[in-house]
Protein backbone atom coordinates (compact mmCIF):
# COMPACT_ATOMS: atom_id res chain seq x y z
CA UNK A 1 0.00 0.00 0.00
CA UNK A 2 2.90 2.35 1.14
CA UNK A 3 4.61 1.51 -2.06
CA UNK A 4 1.44 2.16 -4.08
CA UNK A 5 0.62 5.86 -2.95
CA UNK A 6 4.49 6.89 -3.52
CA UNK A 7 4.42 5.69 -7.00
CA UNK A 8 1.25 7.68 -7.35
CA UNK A 9 2.76 10.63 -6.08
CA UNK A 10 5.23 10.04 -8.21
CA UNK A 11 3.26 10.17 -11.18
CA UNK A 12 1.30 13.12 -9.70
CA UNK A 13 4.77 14.97 -9.91
CA UNK A 14 5.94 14.16 -12.91
CA UNK A 15 2.42 15.48 -14.72
CA UNK A 16 2.84 18.30 -12.57
CA UNK A 17 6.11 19.67 -14.02
CA UNK A 18 4.93 20.98 -17.64
CA UNK A 19 2.46 23.03 -15.89
CA UNK A 20 4.97 25.83 -15.34
CA UNK A 21 5.16 28.86 -17.54
CA UNK A 22 5.62 27.61 -21.47
CA UNK A 23 8.48 29.56 -22.38
CA UNK A 24 8.33 32.30 -25.48
CA UNK A 25 11.07 34.06 -26.62
CA UNK A 26 11.06 37.94 -26.23
CA UNK A 27 9.22 39.98 -28.53
CA UNK A 28 11.19 43.88 -29.24
CA UNK A 29 7.66 45.36 -30.29
CA UNK A 30 9.77 49.03 -31.06
CA UNK A 31 11.84 46.73 -33.79
CA UNK A 32 8.58 45.03 -34.93
CA UNK A 33 6.27 47.64 -35.22
CA UNK A 34 8.25 50.88 -35.52
CA UNK A 35 4.97 53.28 -36.35
CA UNK A 36 3.90 52.74 -32.91
CA UNK A 37 5.88 54.60 -31.27
CA UNK A 38 6.05 57.10 -33.13
CA UNK A 39 2.38 58.16 -33.50
CA UNK A 40 1.20 61.09 -31.99
CA UNK A 41 -2.33 59.80 -30.72
CA UNK A 42 -3.78 56.83 -29.34
CA UNK A 43 -6.23 55.47 -32.36
CA UNK A 44 -3.10 55.66 -34.73
CA UNK A 45 -1.02 54.00 -32.46
CA UNK A 46 -3.12 51.66 -31.63
CA UNK A 47 -3.82 51.02 -35.34
CA UNK A 48 0.05 50.59 -36.02
CA UNK A 49 0.35 48.10 -33.30
CA UNK A 50 -2.79 45.36 -33.85
CA UNK A 51 -4.52 46.79 -37.18
CA UNK A 52 -8.01 47.90 -37.52
CA UNK A 53 -9.48 46.81 -34.43
CA UNK A 54 -13.01 47.07 -32.44
CA UNK A 55 -11.95 45.84 -28.67
CA UNK A 56 -14.78 45.50 -26.07
CA UNK A 57 -14.47 47.16 -22.80
CA UNK A 58 -13.97 43.83 -20.52
CA UNK A 59 -11.36 42.24 -17.99
CA UNK A 60 -9.11 44.89 -18.06
CA UNK A 61 -8.55 46.64 -14.42
CA UNK A 62 -6.54 49.73 -14.42
CA UNK A 63 -5.83 51.69 -11.26
CA UNK A 64 -4.33 55.43 -11.50
CA UNK A 65 -4.33 58.31 -8.92
CA UNK A 66 -7.53 60.28 -9.82
CA UNK A 67 -5.19 63.38 -9.46
CA UNK A 68 -1.38 62.90 -9.95
CA UNK A 69 0.85 65.38 -7.69
CA UNK A 70 3.47 65.44 -9.96
CA UNK A 71 3.58 64.17 -13.59
CA UNK A 72 7.08 62.99 -13.47
CA UNK A 73 6.26 59.62 -12.05
CA UNK A 74 2.55 58.35 -12.21
CA UNK A 75 2.06 55.06 -10.89
CA UNK A 76 -0.29 53.00 -13.40
CA UNK A 77 -1.23 49.44 -12.29
CA UNK A 78 -3.21 47.31 -14.63
CA UNK A 79 -4.56 43.73 -13.80
CA UNK A 80 -6.28 41.65 -15.57
CA UNK A 81 -7.80 37.60 -15.69
CA UNK A 82 -7.78 37.47 -19.53
CA UNK A 83 -5.98 35.46 -21.64
CA UNK A 84 -3.87 37.67 -23.33
CA UNK A 85 -0.63 37.35 -25.23
CA UNK A 86 -0.30 41.43 -25.68
CA UNK A 87 -1.05 44.08 -23.23
CA UNK A 88 -0.19 47.35 -24.47
CA UNK A 89 -0.57 50.79 -22.92
CA UNK A 90 -1.29 54.30 -24.10
CA UNK A 91 -1.87 57.86 -22.76
CA UNK A 92 -2.82 60.89 -24.81
CA UNK A 93 -0.97 63.77 -22.72
CA UNK A 94 2.62 63.42 -24.36
CA UNK A 95 4.11 64.24 -27.49
CA UNK A 96 3.69 60.28 -28.94
CA UNK A 97 1.44 57.57 -27.09
CA UNK A 98 2.70 54.25 -26.87
CA UNK A 99 4.01 53.77 -23.11
CA UNK A 100 4.93 50.22 -22.72
CA UNK A 101 3.70 46.91 -24.97
CA UNK A 102 3.89 43.69 -22.81
CA UNK A 103 4.24 40.10 -24.11
CA UNK A 104 3.21 38.04 -21.98
CA UNK A 105 4.34 34.95 -21.10
CA UNK A 106 1.41 31.53 -21.61
CA UNK A 107 -0.06 31.28 -17.96
CA UNK A 108 1.60 34.24 -17.34
CA UNK A 109 0.05 36.84 -14.75
CA UNK A 110 -1.57 40.15 -15.84
CA UNK A 111 -0.41 41.89 -13.07
CA UNK A 112 1.69 45.08 -14.05
CA UNK A 113 2.68 48.14 -11.89
CA UNK A 114 5.35 50.75 -13.52
CA UNK A 115 5.62 54.77 -12.65
CA UNK A 116 5.23 57.36 -15.95
CA UNK A 117 5.81 60.75 -17.31
CA UNK A 118 2.96 62.50 -18.08
CA UNK A 119 3.19 65.86 -19.80
CA UNK A 120 0.82 68.49 -18.50
CA UNK A 121 0.13 71.39 -20.91
CA UNK A 122 -1.49 74.24 -21.87
CA UNK A 123 -3.55 72.21 -24.57
CA UNK A 124 -4.69 68.80 -22.23
CA UNK A 125 -5.03 71.47 -19.38
CA UNK A 126 -3.66 68.68 -17.02
CA UNK A 127 -6.58 66.02 -17.97
CA UNK A 128 -5.27 62.54 -19.64
CA UNK A 129 -6.44 59.23 -20.39
CA UNK A 130 -4.82 56.34 -19.75
CA UNK A 131 -5.98 53.24 -22.53
CA UNK A 132 -4.98 49.66 -22.08
CA UNK A 133 -5.47 46.94 -24.90
CA UNK A 134 -5.06 43.08 -24.19
CA UNK A 135 -5.09 40.90 -27.39
CA UNK A 136 -6.21 37.98 -26.21
CA UNK A 137 -4.99 34.28 -27.53
CA UNK A 138 -8.57 34.04 -28.56
CA UNK A 139 -7.94 36.34 -31.34
CA UNK A 140 -10.10 38.84 -29.64
CA UNK A 141 -9.27 42.42 -28.73
CA UNK A 142 -9.75 44.09 -25.08
CA UNK A 143 -10.14 47.73 -23.56
CA UNK A 144 -9.48 49.36 -20.58
CA UNK A 145 -9.79 53.25 -20.27
CA UNK A 146 -8.98 55.83 -17.39
CA UNK A 147 -8.54 59.25 -16.66
CA UNK A 148 -6.79 61.19 -14.69
CA UNK A 149 -5.73 64.94 -13.87
CA UNK A 150 -1.96 65.70 -13.97
CA UNK A 151 -0.49 68.87 -11.72
CA UNK A 152 1.32 71.18 -13.90
CA UNK A 153 4.82 72.11 -13.38
CA UNK A 154 5.74 68.14 -12.01
CA UNK A 155 7.07 67.30 -15.83
CA UNK A 156 9.48 68.27 -18.47
CA UNK A 157 8.54 64.84 -20.39
CA UNK B 1 28.52 44.16 -9.26
CA UNK B 2 27.20 47.39 -10.78
CA UNK B 3 24.51 48.47 -8.87
CA UNK B 4 22.25 49.69 -11.95
CA UNK B 5 18.91 47.73 -10.31
CA UNK B 6 17.56 46.96 -7.06
CA UNK B 7 15.66 44.34 -6.73
CA UNK B 8 13.43 42.75 -4.96
CA UNK B 9 11.73 39.06 -5.54
CA UNK B 10 9.64 37.12 -3.19
CA UNK B 11 7.62 34.12 -3.23
CA UNK B 12 4.34 34.15 -1.98
CA UNK B 13 2.09 30.78 -1.77
CA UNK B 14 2.93 29.83 -5.57
CA UNK B 15 3.75 33.70 -7.29
CA UNK B 16 6.59 35.52 -6.98
CA UNK B 17 6.24 39.24 -6.57
CA UNK B 18 8.98 41.15 -7.66
CA UNK B 19 9.53 44.86 -7.33
CA UNK B 20 12.74 46.66 -9.37
CA UNK B 21 14.03 50.13 -9.24
CA UNK B 22 16.18 50.72 -12.27
CA UNK B 23 18.90 53.40 -12.57
CA UNK B 24 18.50 55.14 -15.54
CA UNK B 25 18.67 58.79 -16.85
CA UNK B 26 15.22 57.85 -19.24
CA UNK B 27 15.99 60.96 -21.32
CA UNK B 28 13.10 62.11 -23.51
CA UNK B 29 13.68 63.59 -26.67
CA UNK B 30 12.62 67.16 -25.46
CA UNK B 31 14.23 66.41 -22.27
CA UNK B 32 17.32 66.04 -24.24
CA UNK B 33 16.62 68.84 -26.75
CA UNK B 34 16.60 71.42 -23.79
CA UNK B 35 19.54 69.85 -21.72
CA UNK B 36 21.65 69.60 -25.57
CA UNK B 37 21.96 66.05 -25.02
CA UNK B 38 21.19 62.88 -26.72
CA UNK B 39 17.88 61.30 -25.80
CA UNK B 40 18.64 57.73 -24.11
CA UNK B 41 15.76 55.89 -22.22
CA UNK B 42 15.24 52.12 -21.31
CA UNK B 43 13.80 50.19 -24.90
CA UNK B 44 13.04 46.81 -23.45
CA UNK B 45 12.87 44.43 -20.53
CA UNK B 46 13.01 41.13 -19.79
CA UNK B 47 13.51 39.01 -16.72
CA UNK B 48 13.97 35.56 -16.57
CA UNK B 49 14.67 32.31 -14.45
CA UNK B 50 16.74 30.32 -16.00
CA UNK B 51 15.75 29.95 -19.43
CA UNK B 52 12.45 30.55 -18.91
CA UNK B 53 10.90 34.40 -19.70
CA UNK B 54 8.92 35.44 -16.78
CA UNK B 55 8.43 39.41 -17.97
CA UNK B 56 8.65 40.86 -21.28
CA UNK B 57 8.36 44.45 -22.36
CA UNK B 58 8.91 46.82 -24.32
CA UNK B 59 9.42 50.46 -23.18
CA UNK B 60 9.30 54.00 -24.26
CA UNK B 61 11.01 57.15 -23.50
CA UNK B 62 7.62 57.94 -20.59
CA UNK B 63 8.95 55.66 -18.20
CA UNK B 64 9.37 57.65 -15.35
CA UNK B 65 13.43 58.39 -13.96
CA UNK B 66 14.81 55.59 -12.74
CA UNK B 67 11.79 53.79 -13.40
CA UNK B 68 9.78 51.17 -10.83
CA UNK B 69 8.29 48.47 -11.86
CA UNK B 70 6.18 45.48 -10.27
CA UNK B 71 5.42 42.15 -11.98
CA UNK B 72 4.52 38.66 -10.58
CA UNK B 73 5.04 35.40 -12.07
CA UNK B 74 4.37 31.84 -10.71
CA UNK B 75 6.15 28.15 -11.66
CA UNK B 76 9.69 29.53 -9.26
CA UNK B 77 11.08 28.28 -6.09
CA UNK B 78 12.82 30.14 -3.56
CA UNK B 79 16.62 30.17 -3.91
CA UNK B 80 16.22 30.65 -8.18
CA UNK B 81 17.25 33.57 -9.26
CA UNK B 82 15.54 36.16 -10.87
CA UNK B 83 17.34 37.61 -13.96
CA UNK B 84 16.68 40.92 -15.07
CA UNK B 85 18.06 42.54 -18.75
CA UNK B 86 17.08 46.10 -19.38
CA UNK B 87 17.97 47.82 -23.01
CA UNK B 88 18.62 51.28 -23.83
CA UNK B 89 18.38 53.41 -27.19
CA UNK B 90 22.18 53.30 -27.05
CA UNK B 91 22.45 49.91 -27.24
CA UNK B 92 23.25 49.34 -23.71
CA UNK B 93 22.38 46.66 -21.74
CA UNK B 94 22.69 45.83 -17.82
CA UNK B 95 21.99 42.26 -16.06
CA UNK B 96 21.46 42.05 -12.63
CA UNK B 97 20.34 38.88 -10.54
CA UNK B 98 18.47 38.31 -7.23
CA UNK B 99 17.92 35.00 -5.36
CA UNK B 100 14.37 34.27 -4.86
CA UNK B 101 13.40 34.70 -0.92
Redesign the interface.
Known sequence: MERRKFLGLGVMALAALPA??S????????ATKPDT?TAHKVDDAIKALFGDITPVEQGIELTLPSVASSG???PVAIKSDLDAKTVAVF?DM???S????????E???I????????KATDENGGKGVITVIAEGRDGKFYIGKKSLDVAKGGC?? | MAKNMKIKAKLKGD?VNAKVIAKHA?L????AK?KGKEANFI??I?AKVG???????????????D?????????AAKGDELAITWTDLSGATTTESKKIK
Open positions: TIAITSIDFRWAAVQNPEATAVFNVPNGIDYFMKIKLEG | TMTYDQATHTDTIVYDVSTSQFWSKPQFKFKFKG
